[in-house]
Each structure stands twice: as structure tokens, then as C-alpha cells.
């Protein structure tokens, strides 16, 4: 429970703050425990960032499975998985931005981020790899392609939810959906696209 309440309060401070303002003793002063407490369950401050990033990566990889797993319909998969994607970063937005913002400035986050962003590239990679095999996806290099939509994810969703004020989940899901869906499935994707609207 110690250990929840913090990265809950992490989580609530980097809503309306940056991470360069973060510290030990405004971290815990938004919750009952002492500063000392803080360092039970983390070393140092980009320990707490590295968890609450993590925690993010475990809710978008069971999003994900949808599609990952190569189960059932690829675009119906496809459009579950960037739906439950959208949820998350909603959701979890504020830390997303907080982490990407501080990466330019601080080494250690800068290398949580790229892995954090890399660690999607294979798996995407891999998906668009099985599908060309079975005729749905063009022939191209997929792991430029991969790296291309997950870092275009990263940007849009940052920008869409990385404040207080958030854009509409229906709208940035509709044009992320467009620009998968084109690019990966442009041989069944004109009914999937109609259906989502504009």
C-alpha cells in the first residue's frame, strides 16, 4: 500500500508539473509517509520515474495483445488494440510527456525512453512481418515502418493527453486508426475506414 501511495502521488504531481520540479520531499508531502520512507522501496527519483513508466508499458502490452497475439481478424485486432492504447495514454498521459520531456536534458531518462519506445519496435516489426507472409500488408522493410507509427503513437498521444487538457479520445483514436490502417491493411482497410468516420 506504502509503496502504491507513492507512485500515486508521483503520478499526481508530474498532472500539473514537470519533473525537474520533482523531489523527495514534495513527493511525499502529498502522502502520509515520511521522506525517509520514499527511499524503502526506491533508490532515487528516476527509480520512481522508470516504475511509473513501466506500469504504463504493462497496461499498452495487454492492450496490444489483441493484435500481437495473431489471433482472429488482423484489422478487427488491430483496431481493439489501438482503441486500448488510446484508453492508457489518456489515462497515463501526464507521465508519458513528463518522461519525454526530460529526456533531451537527462541521460538517464533519455535511455528509459528510447528502450521504453524500442521495446515496441520488434514486436510491431515481427506482426507486420507475419502478415506480409499471409498477403494482408505490402512488401516493405518492416522494422522502419514499425519504428515510424510507434514513434508517431508517442507524439500524437503525448500531445493529445500530456496536459490537464485533454483532446478527444474519439477523434485522436480516428486518426491514428487512419494512418495503421492505410499503411498496413491498404488492401481491406477502405470499409474499416468508412466505418470509423471522420
Do not use: C
Not at 56 to 69: F, M, N, Q, T, Y
Not at 109 to 126: G, H, K, M, N, Q
Request: hydrophobic share 45%; proline share 4%; no cysteine.
Amino acid at each position: 500500500m506504502t509503496r502504491s501511495a507513492i507512485l500515486d502521488a508521483g503520478s499526481d504531481f508530474l498532472r500539473t508539473r514537470p519533473f525537474r520540479d520533482l523531489t523527495v520531499g514534495l513527493l511525499m508531502a502529498g502522502t502520509e509517509y515520511s521522506r525517509p520512507t520514499f527511499y524503502l522501496y526506491f533508490n532515487d527519483l528516476h527509480g520512481l520515474m522508470e516504475t511509473l513508466l513501466g506500469e504504463v508499458k504493462g497496461e499498452i502490452v495487454d492492450g496490444a495483445r489483441a493484435w500481437l497475439s495473431n489471433e482472429g481478424n488482423a484489422i478487427s485486432g488491430l483496431q481493439q488494440s489501438l482503441a486500448a492504447l488510446v484508453e492508457v495514454a489518456h489515462e497515463h498521459g501526464t507521465i508519458l510527456k513528463a518522461v519525454a520531456d526530460a529526456a533531451p536534458s537527462d541521460a538517464r531518462l533519455e535511455r528509459v525512453w528510447d528502450t521504453f519506445l524500442a521495446s515496441f519496435d520488434e514486436v510491431v516489426s515481427a506482426r507486420i512481418a507475419q502478415d506480409q507472409a499471409a498477403g494482408l500488408t505490402p512488401e516493405f522493410d518492416p522494422l522502419p515502418v514499425a519504428r515510424a507509427l510507434n514513434r508517431m503513437d508517442a507524439g500524437v498521444l503525448i500531445q493529445a493527453f500530456g496536459s490537464v487538457e485533454k483532446a478527444e479520445k474519439d477523434k485522436v483514436l480516428s486518426a491514428i486508426m487512419r494512418i495503421w490502417l492505410s499503411t498496413l491493411y491498404p488492401f481491406d482497410a477502405t470499409a474499416s475506414l468508412e466505418r470509423i468516420g471522420d
